[in-house]
């Protein structure tokens, strides 16, 4: 994620529907891709058949906000999850199973309980609400001691430059993927044009020197 600070949301019931938008990513060059989770029976089994389908694609889970979600996650074999929550039992329980798990956050309280917690990565959520000079204004009164921050909900292509100059450490686009479409009624909408561009960027960027090692 040091050198691709940029995740992706995909959501379906059955996640091998997404098949077709996990390779047009794919072929883009994002390498880390969100699967949101469903109570469907095959949710986990089909996790598992897209990451032997994309062994490239480090794949998480979004979105899990109890304790049978995070068992699902690790039948599934995915070795991180975000949530929209902080809560402690399910910080414990990802750590018995070995999952990383991401819980949200948003007020100075939750990033310091969460750091208590010993959560190193946090995301902080609704990132579209709060804006991309939030995270800097809340680190400075907390001397700087805060983790690792993924802003996630509501943010688009355009904005990932932003926010990660303005001092996140990472950005998750769910729907932001996506192109606005000049058709209301289109069953799939576009991936958004500039997403190559900005996954260059990234790249580019965060290229490590030569003979240096930065892992993803």
């Known amino acids: 994620m040091h050198r691709q600070p940029l995740l992706g949301v995909l959501r379906a019931l059955q996640p091998l529907s997404l098949v077709e938008r996990v390779s047009q990513l794919n072929t883009l060059g994002l390498r880390h891709v969100e699967i949101g989770f469903s109570a469907h029976p095959a949710w986990s089994e089909q996790c598992r058949e897209l990451q032997l389908r994309f062994p490239e ?6 979105s899990v906000r109890s ?3 995070l068992a699902r996650v690790a039948e599934a074999g995915l070795g991180y999850a975000m949530a929209p929550v902080l809560e402690p039992t399910l910080i414990a329980q990802a750590r018995d199973l070995g999952i990383l798990l991401v819980p949200g956050v948003m007020t100075p309280t939750e990033v310091h309980q969460a750091s208590a917690l010993g959560c190193a990565l946090v995301k902080l959520f609704p990132a579209v609400n709060l804006g991309p000079s939030y995270w800097r204004s809340l680190s400075v009164p907390m001397g700087g001691m805060v983790p690792f921050c993924i802003a996630a909900g509501g943010l ?4 990932v430059a932003d926010w990660l100059r303005q001092g996140v450490d990472a950005v998750v686009l769910g729907q932001g993927l996506f192109a606005a479409s000049l058709e209301p009624l289109a069953a799939e909408p ?27």
């Open 57 to 62: 694609v480090s794949f998480g889970a979004a």
């Open 67 to 69: 304790a049978e979600a």
């Open 156 to 159: 688009n292509v355009a904005d």
């Open 190 to 216: 576009m991936i958004d044009p500039q997403l190559g561009a900005v996954l260059r960027q990234l790249e580019a960027a965060h290229k490590p020197p030569k003979g240096e090692k930065i892992p993803h």
